[in-house]
């Protein structure tokens, strides 16, 4: 595989457990703020950007890439509301889904099949991703000032199921 784009799914490894990181972050802080739904909610979220790390792990080694892991630089610990956690988690998934783009890009230029067809999986995955954090950023933004609007939101949340 080409040098840097070894390097760069080598850092993405690195992104998505930065994800991971900080949206067990965010689980701790909305168990401290006792909203139990929205922490399940970011905890499965934490669960899903850990496989997605170990996805690209097993995809460097399958390829005969060493995988070189990397310092994770430590995440935030309070926001001032459930809606600004959830505008931080929307605006890290553009991120990563810039991430992925910039990877495809670089797998297309170096004609590298394999990994264009690996990522694809990412591409799509990643609208998925900015559009269940977006929902939730919209849910909360509609319903600013009902705490009693929160709570059921929070209780809805909290249905979310591990897959
Ligand atoms: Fe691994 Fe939420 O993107």
Redesign the pocket.
């Known amino acids: 595989m080409d040098a840097k784009l070894a390097k760069d799914l080598n850092k993405q490894i690195n992104n998505?457990l930065f994800?991971s990181y900080l949206y067990l972050s965010m689980s701790a802080w909305f168990e401290d703020q006792n909203w139990p739904g929205f922490a399940h909610w970011m905890r499965l979220q934490a669960k899903?950007?850990l496989d997605?790390a170990m996805k690209i792990f097993d995809y460097l080694n399958d390829r005969g890439v060493a995988v070189i892991l990397d310092g994770i630089a430590a995440p935030k610990t309070t926001w001032d509301s459930p809606l600004e956690a959830f505008k931080d988690a929307l605006d890290h998934?553009k991120q990563?889904t810039k991430n992925f783009l910039d990877l495809m890009d670089l797998a297309i230029s170096l004609k590298d099949h394999a990994s264009q067809i690996f990522l694809q999986w990412f591409v799509t995955?990643?609208v998925e991703?900015e559009k269940s954090t977006g929902d939730v950023v919209a849910m909360l933004e509609k319903i600013r000032g009902s705490v009693g609007a929160v709570f059921q939101l929070d209780r809805q949340l909290g249905k979310r199921e591990d897959d």
């Open positions: 998505e994800a899903e950007e997605h998934e990563v995955e990643q991703e």
